[in-house]
């Protein structure tokens, strides 16, 4: 059986075993532990162990993905907010934050200081946003929407082609 290298990833480095183990529940998120042990050559415990490491220190989460469409969000957009004045942005990723419509937040250079990508029920439902929620916030000086028609991939990093 192969005895893996202790696994690093509490100072930010993962060793080939986290990232094989990484790569299979990309492929399968609910893969057993039993059936990753013998893919990979290594104990069962080996791999509860490392599963519970790479949980602990954040390198994952375990979460059941939907798909908005089938739970009734139609409306999907790419929001970039400007913040004047700018020792203001802390404050505006804060209360953008706690937005349950808010699937990715980011602060960025360039024109705008914040972008977000939302998804809500209908148009109706993303205008309310802007408008009541996002445009109301102290120091939000101006938005600029996108909308997304179609989402065609959704996809996580391709770990793989770190190797």
Do not use: W
């Amino acid at each position: 059986m192969l005895t893996p290298p202790p696994n690093n990833s509490q100072n930010g480095s993962l060793d080939e075993l986290d990232f094989s183990i990484l790569m299979l529940l990309q492929q399968d998120g609910r893969m057993s532990f039993t059936v990753m042990a013998e893919k990979l050559g290594v104990s069962i415990s080996n791999i509860r162990m490392r599963v519970g490491k790479l949980i602990e220190d954040k390198t994952i989460q375990i979460v059941g993905r939907v798909n908005p469409e089938k739970v009734g969000f139609h409306a999907y957009a790419h929001i970039k907010v400007s913040v004047r004045p700018a020792n203001l942005i802390q404050n505006v990723t804060d209360r953008l934050m706690h937005l349950p419509e808010i699937s990715f937040l980011a602060t960025t250079s360039g024109d705008f200081d914040i972008e977000v990508d939302v998804m809500c029920r209908d148009n109706t439902h993303l205008v309310e946003l802007i408008n009541e929620h996002i445009s109301c916030i102290e120091g939000v000086y101006q938005t600029k929407t996108d909308m997304y028609f179609k989402v065609l991939k959704l996809a996580q990093p391709d770990l793989g082609s770190l190797r």
